[in-house]
């Protein structure tokens, strides 16, 4: 069992950075951040392979989040920069301890752990 641990959310205008942490109780072959807007579903922000360090994705962060991870201090960011009012969500680490093959990298279904979540308000 693999406990996660979010921080470093708050509020913010619009244009400014944030930058999340996510502190695992132990090593997982992938972690990724999802996000949630009130009265909408939960979506994949961006995910990191532990070993490689390959990062993916979704189309509405890219050149604007950036995800990495310090696998000595098992820990996992999002460094989220140019932040925009649609960015308003309440975030969530999740972790797999391993690979599951023909799903897509943010596939829910493939993400065993969760943590319980920052809240992130960006105003306009």
């Known amino acids: 069992q693999v406990q996660l641990v979010e921080s470093g959310g708050g509020s913010v205008q619009a244009g400014g950075s944030l930058r999340l942490s996510c502190a695992a109780s132990g090593y997982t072959y992938k972690m990724g951040w999802f996000r949630q807007a009130p009265g909408k579903e939960r979506e994949g922000v961006a995910r990191?392979?532990?070993?490689?360090?390959?990062?993916y994705y979704t189309d509405s962060v890219k050149g604007r989040f950036t995800a990495s991870r310090d696998n000595a201090k098992n820990t996992l960011y999002l460094q989220m920069n140019s932040l925009k009012p649609e960015d308003t969500a309440m975030y969530y680490c999740?972790?797999?301890?391993?690979?599951?093959?023909?799903?897509?990298?943010?596939?829910?279904?493939?993400?065993?752990?969760w943590g319980q979540g920052t809240q992130v308000t960006v105003s306009s």
């Open positions: 999740a972790a797999s301890p391993r690979v599951y093959a023909g799903r897509g990298p943010l596939d829910e279904r493939t993400y065993t752990y």
């Open positions: 990191i392979l532990s070993g490689s360090g390959n990062t």
